[in-house]
């Protein structure tokens, strides 16, 4: 039943890899969002997508790429992985651009 | 500098005290949301608030968006172990599409 699921819960690689993070939702939403969380939990928005558009934080390398197969999911892909790129990456959702953002319970990102 | 400075970043009270977070900015919003985030888990979403000077409550929280809709705060009344998290407000910047800016965050431990 859990409405915005993320996998994995936790990644830990090499630095200079690719991976992907899965997003999923089931709340019928047509809005979903990518936050990057770093270790002093400031949440930064990443990217929010929805069937018209993609708006992208224009402070996100672009090794990191949206990929939405279908309306309820939004998968991050990122190419070359950093140590910097170490934090908690969450997932969210929303119906329309104002209304509330529901969560998933994020994605612990570890970078050797 | 961050577009939303929250104060203060740490409190530890003890159960049955009141407390008050502040979100502050020099900018103006459409609306803002606080969010409170347990650890391990994602921000859920408490209350958003819409109106300069409008007043919400959620049982002993109490919100309010000031009149100017540059800032917010938070109170909590009788304060009880399971208000312990991280607080979050996050502002929607008018014309900026479906982007919410996160606040700095409070950490709040009640101590029973």
């Known amino acids: 039943d859990t409405a915005v699921s993320q996998t994995p819960k936790y990644l830990v690689t090499q630095m200079g890899n690719d991976k992907s993070i899965k997003c999923e939702q089931n709340l019928g939403h047509d809005t979903m969002y990518w936050y990057k969380q770093d270790s002093k939990k400031f949440l930064k928005i990443m990217f929010s997508y929805n069937n018209k558009e993609l708006i992208i934080n224009e402070t996100v390398p672009n090794r990191f790429s949206p990929k939405s197969p279908d309306k309820a999911h939004l998968n991050l892909h990122i190419n070359s992985l950093e140590l910097g790129d170490s934090a908690v990456y969450f997932c969210?959702?929303?119906?329309?651009?104002?209304?509330?953002?529901?969560f998933g319970d994020g994605t612990r990102l570890s970078i050797l | 500098t961050q577009l939303l400075e929250q104060s203060p970043q740490f409190l530890s009270i003890q159960e049955g005290e009141n407390l008050t977070v502040y979100c502050n900015s020099s900018?103006?919003?459409?609306?803002l949301q606080w969010y409170r985030q347990e650890p391990g888990e994602g921000p859920v979403l408490l209350v958003t608030v819409v109106t300069g000077g409008e007043v919400k409550k959620l049982k002993r929280l109490t919100f309010q968006f000031g009149d100017a809709r540059k800032d917010s705060s938070l109170h909590i009344t009788a304060a009880q172990p399971g208000d312990t998290g991280l607080y979050l407000c996050a502002g929607e910047r008018p014309n900026t599409g479906n982007q919410f800016y996160f606040g700095t965050g409070t950490s709040l431990t009640v101590i029973p």
């Open positions: 900018s103006v919003f459409s609306s």
């Open positions: 969210a959702s929303s119906q329309g651009d104002q209304g509330p953002q529901h």
